[in-house]
């Protein structure tokens, strides 16, 4: 796996994944919206930590800064 996902990318999955969780758990969003928040809180989580996200790769995507190639 080819990371694809840069910084400001994964501080904002984290920071949407803790909001989804604070609205589920704080009683405002409930039933299958709340779970449904809760499953892409999850997803969002896994693909930060791992810097890859799958649908990037299906869409050609990447925001992790380019690397310089050495000559």
Do not use: Q
């Not at 892409?40 to 810097?51: D, H, I, K, R, Y």
């Amino acid at each position: 796996m080819k990371k694809n996902v840069g910084s400001i990318d994964k501080i904002v999955r984290v920071v949407l994944a803790l909001v989804f969780a604070g609205l589920y758990f704080g009683g405002v969003v409930t039933g299958y919206l709340g779970i449904a928040l809760v499953v892409f809180g999850v997803v969002f989580l896994a693909t930060s930590f791992m810097s890859f996200c799958p649908l990037y790769t299906l869409f050609g995507m990447s925001t992790c800064p380019r690397e310089e190639k050495k000559a």
